[in-house]
């Protein structure tokens, strides 16, 4: 059993992850294209699926009627301000996404389609200059992500079905069902740009990979043992390997910063949704707990919702750190040819390689980091502390 489990593949589970999650997303309507095969080389591409695009777009009409018909008012006569805070938020945040995956859909399917068929592309370069077959996404840290935003998604299906069996008739079932669609459809945004951020690592991590094995060991034959001149041919071949090296870097800038552009203000929407509604929801369990009698349930909630923002966090974190990693690994020091056309393109590739640095700043407020990271759960502890100090204080813990 233990020699099968070594043979496991990592990048393979990471991409049977990807697989089936696709399918989830194809089922709430939020990705509405489809993957072939092309029949001249047989790589995959995306192609537009307009039946599921206008199906999706109905039933998000059609669901959002139901809840602003039945569940709206329902939520107006709540008479306790942090449960009618909750739940505000939570519809706000629902319909807002609707809008965004609608208007995405509509306006900027082209872009999207060719932003996705971009990410193939890159792969498909990078894993040609290896000269090797390779299946899979990414390596061990990516499928440790993947796999635990994947529990991330199981669990928060789980909950959300679970309340369908507190529907008292079909009429509240029937709007339980509108409003969980709306819901997790929209915490797909959250999940769309872990994935696409994770993609960018994902480049960056192949490419270095290839600079800091083949293409060092190219740059190391330049160097003769008798100190004899390497040869025009020797020179072009590890010329247009640079020169590809250097068109991808590029690339990968170009395409995440294109993802990061289309899904830049859903992600924050959701996300300061997602961050108050947590804070809510934290205070609710620790100070009002008789009111939740599945207070294990309640924290589960609380800490996917810290997991889902620290992972997306760290999705961001891992694509900018490969953005830099390739940086660090002194290629300065390889033996160089004396000819002065080899010189300007090495110095070119080495001062092109600070322009290829990938950032990611929400719309020009402050840049995701580790920093962020330790910012965001040093205040939750912070606010923590403070909410069960005050649950002591008034006698309830």
């Known amino acids: 059993m233990f020699e099968r489990l070594r043979k496991v593949s990592l990048p393979a589970l990471s991409a049977y992850i990807l697989f089936y999650s696709y399918h989830y997303a194809r089922v709430l309507g939020v990705v509405c294209f489809r993957i072939d095969k092309r029949r001249a080389d047989e790589s995959m591409v995306v192609r537009k699926q307009h039946q599921l695009k206008w199906l999706s777009l109905s039933l998000r009409l059609i669901c959002s009627t139901a809840v602003c018909c039945f569940c709206a008012p329902t939520v107006s006569e709540i008479e306790d301000p942090y449960e009618y805070f909750m739940q505000c938020l939570r519809l706000m945040a629902s319909f807002l996404c609707a809008i965004c995956i609608v208007v995405v859909q509509m306006g900027y399917e082209h872009d999207l389609l060719r932003m996705i068929n971009n990410f193939m592309r890159l792969f498909r370069r990078i894993r040609r200059l290896w000269c ?19 529990l991330c998604l199981i669990y928060e299906l789980y909950c959300e079905l679970r309340q369908l069996g507190d529907s008292p008739h ?44 083949e293409l060092r060991r190219q740059l190391r034959s330049l160097e003769r ?57 934290s205070y609710e369990v620790i100070i009002r707990a008789e009111l939740y009698p599945d207070k294990a349930g309640m924290w589960g909630l609380v800490v996917k919702s810290f997991a889902d923002v620290i992972l997306l966090t760290l999705a961001v974190h891992e694509a900018v750190s490969s953005s830099r990693l390739v940086r660090r690994l002194s290629l300065e020091n390889c033996p160089l040819s004396d000819h002065k056309e080899w010189h300007m393109k090495w110095e070119m590739f080495l001062s092109r390689l600070n322009f290829f640095e990938f950032r990611v700043r929400p719309l020009g407020l402050f840049e995701v980091s580790n920093e962020v990271i330790l910012l965001f759960l040093s205040g939750m502890i912070t606010y923590f502390t403070y909410v069960v100090q005050a649950g002591i204080q008034a006698n309830r813990l």
């Open 225 to 281: 043992p008798g100190g004899g001149p390497v040869t025009r041919r020797h020179l072009r071949i590890v010329e247009c390997r640079l020169d590809e090296c250097i068109s991808i870097y590029d690339e990968i800038e170009r395409v995440g910063h294109s993802f990061h552009r289309l899904f830049e203000l859903p992600l924050l929407i959701i996300l300061i949704s997602k961050i108050f509604g947590t804070t809510v929801l």
């Open 170 to 213: 079909w009429l509240a079932l029937v709007t339980m069902i509108c409003e969980i669609f709306l819901e997790i459809s929209s915490l797909m945004f959250l999940h769309i740009g872990f994935l696409g951020y994770l993609t960018v690592a994902a480049l960056y991590s192949e490419a270095n990979s290839f600079v800091r094995v």
């Open 132 to 150: 090797q077959k390779k299946f899979g996404f990414g390596g061990k840290r990516e499928f440790c992500l993947l796999l635990m935003k994947s």
